[in-house]
């Protein structure tokens, strides 16, 4: 069967509504997630609130194959980074026009991408075939209809004529955090006013871990913006959506997904915004694969919707001798 | 000649255990911890323990292998960990026995047996002027010069901040501490009629001691014996009426185990499940196939978060030969019930006291 995608993006129809219709959808179409749904007891008879509606351990895109599709291949497949020898996530994407769309309604809502330049300084497609980011920041270039959109070679300096030649539009410069400062580091230009630098996270790899307000001021300097123009992407090779920190302080969904923060010792349990758990999300872009994700993230959901990151969240369990000082 | 002060110690202190084991002060102790939530059996099993690990023959081995020389001048902080009931017991006779002050935060989460033995002693031996409180904050500027405390490397410095600032700990205070989190055991090429004792080594205290089996390595899969497991963990069950609601994070992953077709299985609360280890949560015991190569595996992935390895005796001789100087795997019938001179970490507290 196949879903009407349009639904997903209509805000004009509740997200309760539209979750409620995904639910159903993948229940009954994609099979690990009805026969994890039926172990806990939930069917979509039994169902009375989307907020029953149970989270998925992200770790299932590296275990199973997550898809409502019964077709033999499906067009796009998504894998997350890792080192060699590491267990990859796989998404295999049914329907590619749902992640084009998702990146473009959203992306545009944010940026007025045809009144955009998008520099990518990120690895080329052809490095990277199965990344979930690259393939984006191809939509991005490709959507912004301006021949001057691109890769950036890595490891080179950026070009100071190139970045002139865009003065009648607003340079967007995305990268991973680390590939960033490094840029920072090899080129002495100055970016135009208007300019944003969007990071797209990876604070965590050849470096140490530095945090995001560090990450934003150093990229501010380094790129002589103010800070407010110094954003932030949240995407992951899982979910088809991305949001983005455009205050310095918060991400914000679009409307077809929301974040939660779980209880890390029972993701059953939804904890009330402004305290810090387990995001879980549901990206209804998801919907040939599996929209209701427990994260394996750190942070905190406000009343508003938007929520922050605080890394990958260590389960040290409160367990053993592992019992430090009481909390009270 | 009269007795030396250590002599009187560990005479004071066989007797205040003996008293103690029969006193009034313990019997409100353990109906209080029993009231809070845990499970008679281990209050029990534990009291057991102590009973018969703290005998003066033992007491007296530790002492001869030990103690090096009296540590009278120390001031010793211990933060005691409250997962399992008297968990801190060892920490306390070292204390007391090498002579030094001891100062002791009792975990909120068992604060009822160990001062119940504590004011027993001070019962006995006038001169023992122990302290001990469950608020930190009474230990304010006390300047310890030793602490021991169970923690992990992540909040080490936080605690340790908070320790400084309120001057409880003096700046270069020596520090003990235990990071390990976990056991394993290698089970042999077949199961056999001693499978109680690695019930017993899971199960007991719910799974939550520091020598609590967390990881199972078997040359088999957990499906070939999985009915035998089961009849030892029911009988245990039966035994020792601790069984109880699975926790609503074991559900969900019992759900997402059956949604990737991983093999496990669930016993009451506990779940078993063959896979790689993860994270060590409430309930959750990891089944690895392999032989002692795997054993080594996980000694180098885990590290210090491990803290003993057992097998059964027939296999423990070639499990150490395998091990050489790496580890020394125990017989699994010892896990929760290890002799009073028990090195956590591989440090001898007694030792690490009077050196």
Redesign the interface.
Known sequence: MKFHTDQIFNAHISFEERTRQVFDYQFEYCKPYRVFCESLGVTPDSLSSVSDIPFYPIDGFKRTTLRTSLAESVPLIFKSSGTSGMERSVHQVADESVYRRSILEYFSELYHLKESVILAYTPGYAENPHSSLIHMMEVLIEASGDSRSAFLPLNQKLNQAQIDDCDDKRIILFGAAFGLLDLTEISEVRLPESAVVIETGGMKTHRREIPRVELHERLSEGFCLSKDNIHSEYGMAELLSQSYMTDGERFVPPHWMRVFAIDPQNPMQRLPSGETGQLAIIDLANVFSCSFILTEDEGRVEADGSFTVNGRISKATMRGCNFLIDRD | MGLSALEKRLNYLETSIQMWLSSAELTQAVEKTIESGVDRSDVVFALRQVKEKCTADELEFWLSTSYQDDADLKNVLV?H???LPL?GFQDVIAVYLSGAQYRG?I???DPWLLPSFLTILKRIDKTFKGRWS?D?DMFRDLKADHLM????P??LPK?EK?LVDKEIIAPDCKKLI?????SITYLGSEPNERFHQLVEAIERYR????R?VKVIVAPFSLYDHSCHLTDYFESYWTETQTNHDP???T??R???N?????PQMRLEHLLIEESEPE????DRVYWVNGGFEKISELLDQFGEQI?AVYSFSEALKALNQHLHDVKEAEDIATAQRPPIYWK?DGVDVLEWLTA
Do not use: W
């Not at chain 2, 405390?149 to 992990?152: I, L, Q, R, Y």
């Open positions: 933060l960990a409250g997962n968990v935060k975990s909120k989460r469950t930190l405390f169970a923690g992990s992540d909040t605690i908070q235990r990071t390990a989190k976990f799974g939550e001691g520091c609590s926790e609503d994070a559900l969900h019992i759900a997402y059956k949604s990737i077709e991983r994270n060590f949560e409430k803290q956590p």
